[in-house]
């Protein structure tokens, strides 16, 4: 009798937006969870709010002063998820299943004090297990949790995946699906390249990086909570509910792989300070300022000099806060001691990723004599320990793309 339920295994599935945007999605999510069941399998559901609800929210919200109103800020935006749980445990009835809808504050799950972008500092396992353990689903209200004094707090816009991963980490699930509208993780945009192809895994550490990057299938902050908790995550379709993609520890054969994709991000802009004094404290006047205004600099690149003449300072900020940044420098002109400011907003950041680059040397210049051979200028470099970037003009995306997607091995056959 045991053999039955040995193979037995604790699964999260979490549906996104799109998956349960419409009464029809939310009945075939309810198949997939069915699927799981009738597999001998636990489930724990995580649902995010029916697409579009949570913008609604947030535009009913913005008819007042937010920075006045976080606590309540909160309180609207959390209750998408309330509607969809509550949905899904209706659809699930008429299958013949039992859900159990739980919100944030039921289980609890204890988030930090910070509205709008609280932290999960902690969940009790113990009601989400005992649900599982009568042969029940608890259908878990994603984005929310419950601060120290009882509030509701939302853990930023996407949480529903960090949701997902910490439930995962808590109950120790064997796997975290995360259901979302792409069938997983590309070796690039396949948008813009044709022969882009889908990856079957990817370690924690290089879907941090394309996470960051802005590929938006997954909350960062998730790919992280995976990584910490060594959470087994599947990135895939429920529309096909095929396998996908799975996120897992680095194995020995990922570090044989030179690069495992290419990202881009078009959000950046490029501000450069010509003929600075070179002396000390240059670098914390500029950056002092734009870190009080809290405004994220990215890339930064600073010119020698010969002997202590004057040098030339680069760095980058999303497009959105170059106004705002340029003011800022103009502002600190004096202290600064610049001459003058040139700026660039159509450019895009470029990024190859890759485990393998950490033993293997000669990425670097690989990937700048692709762009060469296309006649691509590269304008600033940064580098880390698994990724490169470009900054090139926006217009030669889709070249430096399929030109270093080629180079590097990644097309499809
Ligand atoms: N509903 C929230 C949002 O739209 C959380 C989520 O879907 O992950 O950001
Ligand atoms: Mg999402």
Redesign the pocket.
């Known amino acids: 009798y045991t053999l039955r339920f040995s193979f037995m295994q604790k699964i999260v599935q979490k549906f996104?937006?799109t998956s349960v945007g419409t009464i029809d999605k939310i009945k075939h999510v309810c198949s997939l969870i069915n699927k799981e069941i009738k597999s001998g399998n636990q489930v724990a559901v995580v649902s995010?709010?029916m697409s579009g609800?949570?913008?609604k929210l947030v535009s009913l919200a913005e008819n007042f002063d937010i920075n006045k109103n976080k606590l309540e800020f909160d309180m609207i935006?959390s209750t998408?998820?309330q509607v969809s749980i509550a949905l899904i445990s209706m659809a699930l009835k008429e299958i013949g299943l039992k859900g159990v809808p739980l919100l944030g504050w039921q289980i609890p799950i204890t988030g930090s004090n910070d509205f709008t972008k609280a932290k999960i500092d902690n969940i009790d396992d113990s009601l989400v297990l005992d649900v599982m353990n009568k042969g029940e689903i608890p259908i878990i209200a994603?984005?929310q949790g419950v601060n120290s004094k009882n509030n509701i707090v939302?853990?930023?816009?996407?949480?529903?995946?960090t949701?997902a991963v910490a439930i995962a980490a808590a109950i120790r699930a064997d796997r975290c699906d995360i259901y979302t509208d792409v069938d997983g993780i590309y070796t690039s945009d396949p948008r813009i390249v044709e022969k882009a192809r889908k990856l079957n895994k990817i370690s924690y550490e290089e879907m941090l990086e394309f996470a960051s990057l802005g590929a938006k299938v997954l909350?960062t902050r998730s790919v992280e909570m995976a990584m910490r908790h060594e959470v087994l995550v599947q990135v895939l379709s429920s529309q096909t509910g095929e396998k996908g993609t799975f996120l897992t520890k680095e194995d020995k054969k990922m570090e044989n792989e030179l690069v495992s994709g290419i990202a881009y991000s078009k959000d950046e802009a490029n501000i450069t300070l010509i003929n600075i004094l070179d002396k000390p404290g240059v670098a914390t006047k500029i950056f002092s300022p734009l870190s009080e205004a809290n405004i994220n600099v990215d890339m930064i690149v600073q010119t020698g000099s010969e002997n202590g003449k004057n040098i030339n300072f680069t760095y980058t900020v999303s497009r959105k806060d170059l106004e705002q940044t340029i003011s800022i420098m103009e502002e600190n002109k004096l202290g600064i001691e610049f001459e003058r400011i040139i700026t660039n907003n159509s450019l895009a950041k470029v990024s190859i990723v890759g485990l393998g680059m950490r033993t293997h040397t000669g990425v670097a210049n690989k990937m700048f004599s692709s762009l060469a051979s296309e006649s691509i200028n590269i304008h600033v470099i940064s580098t880390s320990e698994i990724k490169i970037s470009v900054l090139i003009d926006e217009e030669y995306i889709e070249k430096a793309l399929n030109a270093l997607h080629s180079t590097f091995k990644l097309d499809k056959k």
């Open positions: 996104g937006g995010s709010a609800e949570t913008n935006v998408g998820e994603g984005f939302t853990f930023g816009r996407g949480g529903s995946d949701s909350q």
